[in-house]
């Protein structure tokens, strides 16, 4: 997961200058940032605020999230919990994972009491940290050999968790057995051709020709692709790709009858 930073620089201070005769009073200026965009959906993870406060000034920071960039969809200021620096803000009641757009407000209160001076807090900067996925990731797997020069690949299949925009999808190569190592390698393939990927989980996917009849298929080797909505990662569990001997195909189509041939690779 890639960590990114965003740090928003401003000098906020409030200043009031009271007569010597005059009684205590209370002063509050509020801020309300610019719409920030992350580029994606994004985990928010925690805000740091640089700040000078005296014992009779405070300052208070919300922040909220939204989906849309004109914070149409975000939760109303007035409803928002105030965050605290330098902590995580994913559980904030105005904030939520996958929102690309953030927005703060801070609140500076200060108390003047009857002798003449300067008394406010001051605001420095923002410094707001938020994680996303990478888009893509790819595993390529080590080399199986199947033992048979006549070997055809039938059906792959998987168990996979992909939240809403993310996926996972295949390709195979295979080789030919040359001196018990693999020989020259197919290109990678989904199921038609080398633009494609296998895409569904559940076996509807057929097999390339190019894999499938029985010749330099012995070898095997496959490519898993995880696409990501930058929020979340595709999560896979399990993969079985099925094979055997192309010739006992060949005898089940002309008489019916039926080989234990397949074989299972995990």
């Not at 919990?81 to 801070?106: E, G, K, P």
């Not at 001076?117 to 893509?136: D, E, G």
Request: charged fraction near 15%.
């Amino acid at each position: 997961m890639l960590k990114n930073t965003l740090t928003i620089l401003f000098f906020l201070i409030m200043a009031f200058f009271l007569p010597e005769d005059a009684k205590a009073a209370t002063a509050t200026g509020t801020i309300v940032s610019a719409i920030k965009d992350v580029g994606a959906s994004t985990n928010w993870q925690t805000i740091a605020w640089s700040a000078s406060t005296t014992a009779s000034s405070t300052i208070t920071i919300k922040a909220r999230t939204a989906t849309t960039s004109n914070m149409s969809s975000a939760t109303a200021w007035d409803t928002c919990d105030n965050v605290t620096s330098d902590t995580d803000i994913s559980a904030n009641n105005c904030i939520t994972d996958s929102n690309r757009y953030i927005q703060y407000q801070a609140s500076l209160n200060a108390v003047y009491g009857t002798s003449s001076a300067w008394i406010s807090p001051q605001l420095n900067s923002i410094v707001l940290n938020y994680a996303r996925y990478a888009a893509t990731g790819t595993l390529v797997s080590s080399f199986f050999d199947t033992g048979s020069a006549v070997n055809a690949w039938r059906k792959i299949t998987w168990t996979e968790s992909a939240p809403q925009g993310t996926k996972i999808s295949f390709q195979l190569r295979t080789a030919p057995d040359i001196a018990d190592s693999p020989g020259a390698w197919s290109s990678w393939f989904g199921p038609y051709d080398a633009e494609g990927y296998y895409k569904n989980p559940n076996g509807q996917n057929g097999i390339s020709i190019i894999h499938n009849d029985g010749a330099s298929d012995q070898w095997l080797q496959y490519r898993v692709l995880l696409q990501s909505n930058g929020a979340n990662n595709p999560a896979l569990s399990d993969l079985t790709l099925e094979y055997g001997d192309k010739r006992y195909s060949e005898i089940i189509i002309k008489d019916g009858t039926i080989f234990n041939d397949d074989a299972i690779l995990r």
